[in-house]
């Protein structure tokens, strides 16, 4: 039975195993109430709306709108739900970059289950949390000043709209279809691409989706 003082949780992740896994892991524990699943960043910005859960455990790296992109508008609009982000990246790029978009906590897929429920536990008392597996690298980067450089240049030129535009056309989408899943016109999108392209110096789609694997808007 779920305690009347739960913590409402939201899992946000692509890989239905992953869901389902997290989601029994969590029926048996009477201070946490899973109040719904979503399959990508987008689906799970409506849901947080909808649910406005205690607690967001979010995958980094989705069809759509990224992990990342999804934590900074869920914590400029509803910014007292706390974030976990769970993902198997340990590289410096993308744990500086989910910290910088406002992440409660960082925490692997190969953690141990203890290390997930302390996490949890954390962010639900209000405190912060890193794997133990990174916390050398957070560290490190921090006191050689790689926060400033390695967060990636990226998520400091372009704008979140030229991110979420560059990863979708990095995903094989076109102009109109870009267009109707960000509920924006052609010509905004257009507008966009032309000025990400501008300052990344990229010539064409193929470059884009080159530049948008190395540096990890997508996954290859």
Do not use: C
């Not at 890989?15 to 899973?34: F, I, K, Q, T």
């Not at 993902?87 to 744990?95: A, N």
């Not at 006191?143 to 372009?158: K, P, R």
């Not at 032309?194 to 997508?218: C, P, Q, W």
């Amino acid at each position: 039975m779920t305690s009347s003082k739960a913590h409402s949780i939201l899992i946000v992740d692509d890989h239905a195993l992953m869901r389902n896994g997290l989601e029994a892991m969590l029926e048996s524990e009477p201070n946490y109430n899973v109040v719904g699943v979503a399959s990508d960043g987008m689906s799970g910005l409506r849901a947080v709306a909808e649910l406005r859960p205690d607690i967001v455990m979010m995958d980094l790296t989705m069809p759509g709108t990224s992990g990342i992109d999804a934590i900074v508008q869920i914590k400029s609009q509803y910014p007292q739900t706390r974030i976990i982000a769970l993902t198997f990246h340990k590289e410096d790029k993308y744990i500086h970059a989910t910290l910088e978009a406002g992440a409660d906590a960082y925490v692997l897929k190969d953690d141990s289950r203890t290390e997930l429920f302390n996490a949890l536990a954390n962010v639900a008392s209000g405190k912060s949390y890193l794997s133990p597996s990174i916390v050398d690298k957070v560290v490190a980067g921090y006191v050689s000043g790689l926060d400033a450089s390695s967060s990636g240049s990226s998520w400091e030129v372009l704008t979140r709209r030229e991110r979420e535009v560059i990863k979708l056309i990095a995903e094989g989408m076109r102009t109109k279809e870009i267009a109707t899943y960000l509920s924006l016109s052609p010509k905004t999108i257009e507008k966009h691409r032309t000025n990400l392209m501008r300052k990344l110096d990229l010539h064409n789609v193929s470059e884009v989706t080159v530049y948008a694997i190395k540096n990890g808007f997508v996954t290859d």
